[in-house]
């Protein structure tokens, strides 16, 4: 009895660090990115990058989340249909107003929430694909819009 209630008590151990000649599966890939916008100003701040409004105002915005930065790698290994949330950052007069997409060939594809400080972006996954997102942001307050633009890469 007390040697049976070993084997399984070390079978159980095996399977659950990995070790009974199964592989780790690896740790699940960042599918959130948050955009943080600040502005309009006209003092550039560490950390943020620069970029101009409709307006012709200065914004700064930085990423992070995803991979690096708001930049987005996907494995084709990881099967189909990857969704990847979006959260904007701010004051309460930035919105998302639209996601464009460079170089997409089809497989990607948006969903602004209606709240419209939350999105996806649906990447099907189907083949290779070296794409750019933008987040088009619109200040209510000022009426300008601003383009802040990370990458997606299927490889």
Same mark, same amino acid.
């Given at each position: 009895?007390?040697?049976?209630? /070993?084997?399984?008590a070390?079978?159980?151990?095996?399977?659950?660090?990995?070790?009974?000649?199964?592989?780790?599966?690896? *740790?699940?890939?960042?599918?959130?990115?948050?955009?943080?916008?600040? &502005?309009p100003?006209?003092?550039?701040?560490?950390?943020?990058? *620069?970029?101009?409004?409709?307006? &012709?105002?200065?914004?700064?915005?930085?990423?992070?989340?995803?991979?690096? !930065? &708001?930049?987005?790698?996907?494995?084709?290994?990881?099967?189909?249909?990857?969704?990847?949330?979006?959260?904007?950052?701010?004051?309460?007069?930035?919105?998302?107003?639209?996601?464009?997409?460079?170089?997409?060939?089809?497989?990607?594809?948006? !969903?602004?929430?209606?709240?419209?400080? /939350?999105?996806?972006? !649906?990447?099907?996954?189907?083949?290779?694909?070296?794409?750019?997102?933008?987040?088009?942001?619109?200040d209510?307050?000022? &009426?300008?819009?601003?383009?802040?633009? *990370?990458?997606?890469?299927?490889?």
């Amino acid at each position: 009895m007390q040697s049976s209630f /070993r084997f399984v008590a070390l079978a159980l151990a095996l399977s659950a660090c990995g070790c009974g000649g199964q592989r780790a599966l690896p *740790p699940p890939i960042p599918r959130q990115v948050t955009l943080e916008i600040l &502005g309009p100003t006209t003092t550039p701040q560490s950390g943020y990058i *620069p970029t101009y409004g409709s307006n &012709g105002k200065m914004y700064l915005y930085r990423y992070s989340g995803g991979n690096d !930065h &708001g930049n987005i790698k996907v494995s084709l290994a990881e099967g189909h249909d990857v969704i990847i949330q979006i959260v904007l950052n701010g004051a309460s007069n930035f919105i998302i107003e639209a996601i464009p997409f460079t170089d997409n060939d089809g497989q990607l594809s948006s !969903h602004i929430e209606p709240n419209e400080v /939350r999105a996806q972006i !649906h990447d099907t996954n189907e083949r290779a694909l070296n794409a750019y997102y933008a987040l088009q942001i619109k200040d209510k307050t000022a &009426g300008s819009d601003i383009y802040c633009d *990370p990458g997606i890469i299927n490889n």
